[in-house]
T-cell receptor, first 116, second 106 residues
């Protein structure tokens, strides 16, 4: 039971290149999230998906696209990477809102992205 | 605007000291969370609470809903407690503080 997995763990891109960050979960949770973490700032929500087939913008969606392929997988795509997107990216999952005991988020190990 | 404010930003303590990290929030919440981010980057959930107090080992978390304030206490601190501690609140989505970097010196 791996919980939340992310690939790759580390990536270096040149400005303008594209890439997709993958996130997969084996906990059967409905909600999935993509965050970025930058020095001196809290985790900021990029996009989230409340259920399979739905996605919504978070606080900082510009420059990103997402795809909720199925209940298990939620990918984040950078179409044309910029140095401002250098960050650590975390995928997280959460149980159903209606059931508070499952409201804890579980985080993936993170992807460190450097855009030159 | 910061919905969640933590203090202090950085904290250095001697092994064995009692440590307190504070968190204030400005939004309505359904729960408050304390997270620990290890030096390697992984994030784990320590506590989720919506009232009162919770204890797990040497860690104690309290929340005062009326004052919109929470504290995380570590008793008998140890170097392995060195990490970034993040306060987050949840309602429809999560709001995160910027974290408190704790270093415990042997």
């Amino acid at each position: 039971n791996a919980g939340v997995t992310q690939t790759p763990k580390f990536q270096v891109l040149k400005t303008g290149q594209s890439m997709t960050l993958q996130c997969a979960q084996d906990m059967n949770h409905n909600s999935m999230y993509w965050y970025r973490q930058d020095p001196g700032m809290g985790l900021r929500l990029i996009y989230y998906s409340a259920s399979e087939g739905t996605t919504d913008k978070g606080e900082v969606p510009n420059g990103y696209n997402v795809s909720r392929l199925n209940k298990r997988e939620f990918s984040l795509r950078l179409e044309s990477a910029a140095p401002s997107q250098t960050s650590v990216y975390f995928c997280a999952i959460r149980g159903d809102y209606e059931v508070r005991i499952l409201e804890t988020q579980y985080f993936g190990p993170g992807t460190r992205l450097l855009v030159l | 605007k910061n919905e969640v404010e933590q203090s202090p930003q950085n904290l250095t303590a001697q092994e064995g000291e009692f440590i307190t990290i504070n968190c204030s929030y400005s939004v309505g919440i359904s729960a408050l969370h304390w997270l620990q981010q290890h030096p390697g980057g992984g994030i784990v959930s320590l506590f989720m609470l919506s009232s009162g107090k919770k204890k797990h080992g040497r860690l104690i978390a309290t929340i005062n809903i009326q004052e919109k304030h929470s504290s995380l206490h570590i008793t008998a601190s140890h170097p392995r407690d060195s990490a970034v501690y993040i306060c987050a609140v949840s309602f429809n989505q999560f709001y995160f503080g910027t974290g408190t970097s704790l270093t415990v010196i042997p």
